[in-house]
């Protein structure tokens, strides 16, 4: 079995278009919501305490959100390698990147939300993450039924050449 690696996708227009698109929502957040929060009341929020809470709310989600995608493009394990050893997957934002052919038990394809997915379910999977990511990790788990999944669309290949790699190897190790 020979070491394939596929790198990410270098175009970034979409993630610079969707940074720019955040801290535009960022700066009306803090400088049009926060400073006058009573001219913004209305039916769906009522109250000032309302507009402040929503507010902070979108602060914290839009300065999350500008984290990942700023750590998506400026990261350099992002890449996906498959080997004799197993599945070496940089794009997931678990502590767990490496998953050794050992260690699964099934690899299937998913469809979810009108998205391809490649599941890779283990013989045991364990919850160590903290944060965020382990509500990130909960909610893949009880939706799609495994957290560990692999999509195409931030790889340099198609979800079919993806598949049938990753499949092709997962057979020849079995």
């Known amino acids: 079995m020979k070491t394939i690696i596929i790198n990410r996708n270098r175009n970034y227009f979409k993630p610079i278009i969707i940074i720019a698109f955040m801290l535009f929502i960022l700066y009306f957040l803090v400088f049009k919501f926060l400073r006058n929060p009573s001219e913004y009341i209305y039916f769906l929020l009522p109250t000032k305490n309302s507009v402040i809470v929503f507010s902070i709310v979108g602060i914290i989600t839009s300065i999350l959100v500008i984290y990942l995608l700023i750590s998506n493009i400026f990261g350099k394990d992002f890449f996906l390698k498959i080997d004799e050893k197993g599945?070496?997957?940089?794009?997931?934002?678990?502590?767990?990147?490496?998953?050794?052919?050992?260690?699964?038990?099934?690899?299937?394809?998913?469809?979810?939300?009108?998205?391809?997915?490649?599941?890779?379910?283990l013989k045991k999977t364990t919850n160590n993450e903290k944060g965020i990511n382990f509500l990130y990790f909960k909610i893949n788990?009880?939706?799609?039924?495994?957290?560990?999944?692999?999509?195409?669309?931030?790889?340099n290949c198609t979800f079919e050449e993806l598949s049938s790699i990753i499949l092709k190897n997962w057979n020849y190790y079995k």
Do not use: C
């Open 87 to 121: 599945i070496f997957n940089g794009f997931f934002l678990y502590k767990n990147k490496h998953i050794k052919w050992e260690e699964i038990r099934d690899i299937k394809i998913i469809r979810y939300n009108y998205n391809n997915y490649i599941g890779i379910f």
């Open 141 to 155: 788990e009880i939706s799609m039924g495994t957290p560990y999944l692999i999509s195409s669309g931030y790889l």
